[in-house]
């Protein structure tokens, strides 16, 4: 896993947090900050569901909700396998980063992101079908392009 430091990362979530919706051109300007596509796809995944956790937290009955402390990605058998969020150091920087944004701004960055996460794209079509978030308890996010085995311990060869 390549890593990151958290200056990158926060580049990646200005650029990532610039437009509404991302587009390629806004995926050229991640994937010009690193070479690795799978470190593309883990920002252009991991930032904006940070953003939409931290955000979810703040909503109207949030203190009765449970939300997700892990992620999934798939295994070479296309299983899901539940990860706790702080293996992915994204992740880690992103929350910190996003709680900076929304006590402080911009908010036009917290609302582009946060707008792309599922968690909340689940919150609002809950919400949108009259359901309250009161008990509700949040999934967690499953990220499609990003390998089990980039977050399981190398196996150690017996000698």
Known sequence: MEALSPDLIYQAVKILGAQADAEDAVE???????????????????????????????????????????????????????????????????????????????????????????LLSAINKGLNAGGSLEGTTLGPPSFFGLPASLYQPAASSGT
């Open 28 to 118: 050229a300007q991640v994937r010009a900050l690193v070479r690795d596509e799978l470190t593309v796809r883990r920002l252009a995944d991991v930032i904006p569901e940070a953003f939409g956790l931290v955000l979810a937290s703040h909503l109207p009955d949030a203190d009765t909700m449970t939300l997700p402390d892990t992620f999934c990605a798939q295994d070479e058998d296309e299983e899901w396998v539940e990860f706790p969020m702080r293996r992915e150091p994204i992740f880690v920087v992103a929350v910190d980063i996003t709680q900076h944004t929304f006590h402080n701004g911009p908010r036009a960055l917290l609302q582009n992101l946060a707008g792309r996460s599922s």
